[in-house]
């Protein structure tokens, strides 16, 4: 994105996130025609194209398979409807027959009975076959939805790292501005592992994905209902935070530096050393963003700062001077 001009915003980060993750896709032929410095119209139309439109066939594939078992359900409720009215119109009409009578023999009786009583066990018979197969149409229903949800997580999970991934984070960092509420004490982070590239051309790239693994579960430990934590694409990281001030959100991002700082990059087969791996942060305060597009613009200028004066540290947007900031990408290009 950075070689190629492409604004630094979650949605277009979503789009390469597509794209790398599936090379011979659609997304990413389109985006290989763009060219470098495509303009933010021609991106979005690509995402509503093509991340929208498989979006939208997975969810029309999942709901019309509920629709489907749910109208199997009321299939069978109105059977059983129908059976338990022709049993009380039976009763009804049996009913009628004896009224008035002043006298009623013992054969009559006996077939009132045996008619009642054939009725009643065809009912219940009935009844419990209708049971079971509801039943079984639970099970089934029950298990679309346990498929829903594995869905669901494998579509919000990255797969090197099994963090959150790009599409979830979108979704999560936008929720920060749908309640005002949320916005005074949430904050983002980003996080980006100092000087990669070179790893991953020295040592491959199994190597640099094993780094990330790595490093990615040192961020995963601090995740929990209010540590929003995922893999924002390439080396990248971000957390969001909840209920955080920033003087707190700081204390966790120093904790993360620290545990990579010290985390032993070694292949344990041949002794080889990979590290040392550090890694930068920016933090940005919610509160100090318009919403989520300038929220991510100024954790990454913070970030950038940190990258600009060293590595290996944290930067938060309140520290940074105002006026005009202009970013060098070929600090970025080298890493």
Not at 163 to 178: K, Q, V
Not at 299 to 325: C, H, P, V, W
Request: hydrophobic residues 40%; glycine residues 6%.
């Amino acid at each position: 994105m950075r070689r190629m001009n492409v604004p630094a915003l979650p949605r277009n980060y979503a789009l390469y996130y597509e794209a790398m993750t599936s090379p011979d896709s659609d997304v990413s032929t389109a985006l290989s025609r763009l060219g470098t410095a495509p303009t933010q119209k021609r991106l979005d139309e690509i995402a509503e194209k093509h991340l929208g439109r498989a979006e939208a066939a997975k969810v029309s594939e999942a709901h019309g398979e509920i629709m489907s078992k749910l109208a199997e359900i009321m299939s069978l409720l109105q059977i059983e409807q129908n059976a338990l009215e022709k049993y009380g119109r039976l009763l009804g009409e049996t009913s009628i027959g004896l009224t008035g009578r002043q006298t009623v023999s013992e054969d009559f009786l006996k077939r009132v009975v045996s008619l009642i009583s054939t009725a009643t066990d065809t009912t219940i018979d009935h009844g419990r076959k209708i049971a079971n197969s509801m039943g079984d149409k639970s099970s089934e229903l029950a298990e679309v939805q346990r498929k829903l949800e594995e869905y669901k997580k494998l579509a919000d999970t990255d797969a090197l790292t099994q963090l959150n991934n790009r599409r979830s984070f979108d979704r999560e960092i936008a929720a920060i501005y749908e309640d005002k509420r949320k916005v005074l004490f949430s904050s983002l982070i980003l996080a980006d592992i100092d000087l990669f590239k070179p790893v991953n051309d020295t040592h491959g790239h199994p190597v640099g994905d094993r780094i990330l693994q790595i490093v990615a579960s040192i961020f995963g430990a601090r995740s929990c209902s209010r540590v929003f934590v995922s893999r924002a694409g390439g080396e990248e990281f971000a957390i969001i935070l909840r209920d955080y001030t920033e003087e707190s959100a700081a204390m966790l991002a120093e904790e993360i530096r620290v545990a990579v700082e010290k985390t032993p990059f070694v292949n344990v087969t041949t002794g080889k050393n990979y590290g040392p791996i550090t890694i930068s942060f920016g933090l940005c305060m919610a509160s100090e963003a318009d919403g989520p597009d300038d929220l991510y613009t100024k954790a990454d200028r913070a970030l950038y700062a940190s990258k600009s004066s060293g590595r290996n540290k944290i930067t938060r947007f309140s520290e940074l001077a105002t006026g005009n900031f202009v970013k060098n990408w070929l600090l970025y290009a080298s890493e």
